[in-house]
């Protein structure tokens, strides 16, 4: 049986004390009112940080394992203005954030015109970083860190300078507005060599460029990537796009270039081992043309930073680039190279531009259409008759296609035409050569009207933006090639064309010409004179009305102009007597026509000979 027991009053007595040593101990470390208010404190700034974190302004610079210590830091934005453009520098990466061109709009698709404030950069379409990894071996990306901007006033020149603490260094960005279109910029550093031990910094600029314009197709075929090589005149572009390249050589500056606009970044004393790119983004199914991209490593000198940049924003007019620097910006204008390109700037842009100042746009192109068909005149004219001369010698050429059937005449059958011409004094080769004179100008005037500023937006008759196709003609979007919509100037250009071929009577020589031996068939060149007018159509339907204008007008001029030459200037009863009176006076033969006729002679030999030699053979 198991003893009871009894009640031990000396345990009793230790509780007691335990809890008396326990009561005293809280007491005497109990915290004052002062430092639960400040406990109180911290507690809800950690509650904010938290909640806050990664989303709001007020960030830590870095996480608590880098280099830096932890600080607090408000992002703060800094806005430039002048009468050309509006531009923001953001406190996080210290980067541009908008530009805005204030002389320009961008297309409005529910209003059909240009009616949008233009923006190059906005709501994080611009990206400019610098990375490098520090001491510990942890990636530093410039922009997700805050810099704190300081603002001074230097003469008519606004600087800015944002900071950003790198653990024991600090990065300066640089930035000096004034009346131009863009920002001196500096990237300078502080102590850098306590952070890192890299070589060099990767610099990296990506752009989403915004879509601005209503004719998306030639928005996109004409937005590039243009960059300017180191002590060299030239300019190299990334033709069509969605391409790579690289650059091994230094260049003084990189150029995003939409169709009218451009976003420039120079350097001083050049960049090398530079590298880039850009995609498409689909036309009618995103906001933006093209996305392009940059690379190239700044070099740390003695431990730091110091580079020397600009940023540029500007609109691409010929002869205001010329006059904004001396760094070559006019060539970024996609106006052609070599011939082309000087036909453009210095003949059509300034009869253009001095037409422009006396009658609106439209009347502009119609005024220049009749210069240039002046200044063609001549050239037209002997092209017409040699084709009057051509005709007129028709029957006789005819004559030797029935006298010279057998395909063993055919040397004889060449002697006799090039006899025949050479009595009438006509030059088959004459009537091409003019022809082959207007294809320079014909492809200038291609690359003149989509890329001249001052059509941009500017509306005539059917056309919104002679820059642009004209919309007025909806049609279903299902049927291929025409976009939804039939150009008015573009029909009524074909029209024109087939008028003047029918006066001209292109297609009746096309129906008369004899067949030569080794020429393509006559009749097969005629239904592709009617085949041309709509490849025509379909090409310019999405082109820039301002080019279909010029066309139209170029058409109708040529229409009475070989009416006239047709009607007054040359008969085909004078055309037959002079072709008689050359025949009739003695032959002076060039030298050319000499050789001519001794090579026709020995390949006649030659001929002659291997058919005897194949006789002889048989036998």
Not at 91 to 104: D, S
Request: hydrophobic share 40%.
């Amino acid at each position: 049986m198991q003893k009871e027991r009894n009640f031990d009053f000396n345990q009793l007595i230790g509780f007691v004390l335990i809890a008396i040593l326990f009561g005293v101990y809280f007491w005497m470390t109990k915290p004052s009112e002062e430092e639960l208010a400040r406990q109180k404190q911290e507690l809800l700034a950690k509650e904010a940080t938290e909640k806050n974190k990664g989303t709001q302004k007020d960030i830590a610079q870095f996480p608590t394992d880098s280099l830096a210590t932890q600080q607090v830091v408000k992002e703060e934005n800094v806005t430039f203005e002048n009468e050309h453009v509006k531009i923001q520098v953001n406190g996080r990466g210290g980067q541009i954030g908008l530009v805005q061109l204030k002389e320009h709009l961008a297309f409005d698709s529910l209003k059909g015109v240009d009616a949008q404030p233009l923006y190059l950069v906005k709501d994080g379409n611009s990206q400019f970083n610098l990375s490098f990894k520090d001491i510990n071996g942890k990636t530093i990306n410039t922009k997700e860190l805050i810099f704190s901007p300081k603002q001074e006033q230097k003469g008519s020149t606004k600087v800015l300078t944002m900071t950003a603490q790198i653990g024991a260094g600090q990065l300066h960005y640089i930035y000096s507005f004034d009346d131009k279109y863009g920002l001196d910029f500096q990237i300078r550093s502080q102590g850098l060599h306590r952070v890192t031990h890299d070589k060099n910094i990767a610099l990296n600029w990506n752009l989403d460029a915004f879509s601005l314009e209503k004719g998306k197709d030639q928005e996109h075929y004409w937005s590039h990537t243009y960059f300017k090589l180191s002590g060299k005149n030239s300019v190299e572009y990334e033709l069509f796009g969605a391409d790579k390249w690289e650059e091994k050589e230094s260049i003084d500056w990189i150029a995003f270039k939409q169709q009218f606009f451009a976003s420039i970044l120079s350097f001083d004393g050049g960049l090398k081992n530079t590298n880039g790119g850009s995609i498409n983004y689909e036309i009618g199914k995103s906001k933006y043309n093209k996305g392009f991209n940059f690379s190239a490593p700044i070099e740390i000198k003695s431990g730091e930073i110091n580079q020397h940049l600009s940023w540029d924003f500007v609109p691409l007019d010929f002869n205001n680039l010329k006059k904004y620097n001396d760094k070559g910006f006019e060539k970024i204008v996609s106006y052609g190279w070599g011939f082309l390109g000087w036909l453009n700037k210095y003949f059509f842009l300034f009869i253009f531009q001095s037409l422009a100042k006396i009658v609106p746009y439209g009347w502009a192109i119609f005024l220049m259409t009749i210069v240039v068909k002046l200044v063609l005149s001549p050239i037209m004219y002997k092209q017409y008759r040699q084709s009057a001369m051509m005709k007129v010698l028709r029957p006789e050429l005819n004559e030797l296609n029935e006298k010279f059937k057998d395909p063993k005449d055919a040397m004889k059958k060449q002697q006799a035409t090039m006899e025949i011409y050479r009595k009438a004094g006509v030059n088959p080769l004459a009537g091409c050569l003019p022809a082959l004179l207007q294809i320079p100008i014909f492809y200038a005037l291609f690359r003149f009207f989509p890329n001249v500023i001052d059509l941009r937006g500017e509306p005539f008759w059917f056309a919104e933006d002679l820059t642009a196709f004209d919309s007025v003609i909806q049609i279903p979007a299902s049927i291929p090639f025409l976009n939804g919509h039939l150009s008015i100037f573009a029909l009524l250009y074909i029209v024109a064309m087939m008028v003047y071929f029918k006066v001209s009577g292109s297609m009746d020589n096309f129906n008369n010409m004899p067949q030569q031996e080794g020429m393509p068939n006559m009749q097969f060149m005629k239904y592709m004179m009617y085949i041309m007018p709509i490849f025509f159509f379909v090409f310019l339907n999405n082109y820039a009305s301002g080019l279909s204008w010029y066309y139209l007008v170029s058409n109708v001029i040529n229409i009475f102009i070989v009416l006239y030459i047709k009607n007054v200037m040359i008969k085909e009863d004078k055309i037959h007597a002079m072709i008689q009176e050359n025949k009739a006076k003695p032959m002076k033969t060039s030298k050319f026509s000499q050789r001519m006729q001794e090579m026709m002679k020995k390949a006649q030999e030659m001929q002659a000979e291997q058919e005897r030699m194949k006789k002889n053979n048989k036998r």
